[in-house]
T-cell receptor, first 111, second 114 residues
Framework: GENVEQHPSTLSVQEGDSAVIKCTYS??????FPWYKQELGKRPQLIID?????GEKKDQRIAVTLNKTAKHFSLHITETQPEDSAVYFC??????????FGKGTMLLVSP | DSGVTQTPKHLITATGQRVTLRCSPR?????VYWYQQSLDQGLQFLIQ???????AKGNILERFSAQQFPDLHSELNLSSLELGDSALYFC?????????????FGSGTRLTVV
């Protein structure tokens, strides 16, 4: 089955800096890669996703890149703000398979 | 409000007991997924139902079972509870049996086994 590795497990940045979280996956058949944000005590919420026929996708301050050859994808957050502090999860899926999640990255943005 | 409703929000029970967690998917969604979230294990997939039928199984213990009813709500039954079963249990739903549009998660049920 699919295996997703996520790094780093914790990330501390200053407000205004950029943050990058990286994931690798094992199943070359995976073709859908969402990112979820989970604030303390709350449910995971989808923030951005990318499909295998796209190399990069942007939505305001967040972007995701995908390298299918290397089987890795990354989340980029620019101009970080304290409200970006949360746990971020990457995930991978092969269409009709279920999502396999990485173990999460705790992002702390200090004012 | 995500549209996925989970009850109860909190549950405290003793070891050896049995509990039932309930999930109502978003209107129109046919697929329900159950995940367990503990501090050191992240989001672990338990089981998926699509339109009343089991579609996929993950790391679900034999003490755990689930079903999806004709009205598409789902229940996760946990029996012979152990301390290690304490976790946050999330239900998610999607329109199709696949994940092409991502999951929508409910707010979770926090289970504490004492």
């Amino acid at each position: 089955g699919e295996n997703v590795e996520q790094h780093p497990s914790t990330l501390s940045v200053q407000e205004g800096d950029s943050a990058v979280i990286k994931c690798t996956y094992s199943d070359s058949a995976s073709n859908y890669f969402p990112w979820y944000k989970q604030e303390l005590g709350k449910r995971p919420q989808l923030i951005i996703d990318i499909r295998s026929n796209v190399g990069e996708k942007k939505d305001q301050r967040i972007a995701v890149t995908l390298n299918k050859t290397a089987k890795h994808f990354s989340l980029h957050i620019t101009e970080t703000q304290p409200e970006d502090s949360a746990v971020y999860f990457c995930a991978a899926s092969g269409g009709y398979s279920t999502l396999t999640f990485g173990k999460g990255t705790m992002l702390l943005v200090s004012p | 409000d995500s549209g996925v409703t989970q009850t109860p929000k909190h549950l405290i029970t003793a070891t050896g007991q049995r509990v039932t967690l309930r999930c109502s998917p978003r209107s129109g969604d046919l697929s329900v997924y159950w995940y367990q979230q503990s501090l050191d294990q992240g989001l672990q997939f338990l089981i998926q139902y699509y339109n009343g039928e089991e579609r996929a199984k993950g790391n679900i213990l034999e003490r755990f079972s689930a079903q999806q009813f004709p009205d598409l709500h789902s229940e996760l039954n946990l029996s012979s509870l152990e301390l290690g079963d304490s976790a946050l249990y999330f239900c998610a739903s999607s329109y199709t049996g696949g994940v092409d549009y991502g999951y929508t998660f409910g707010s979770g049920t926090r289970l504490t086994v004492v």
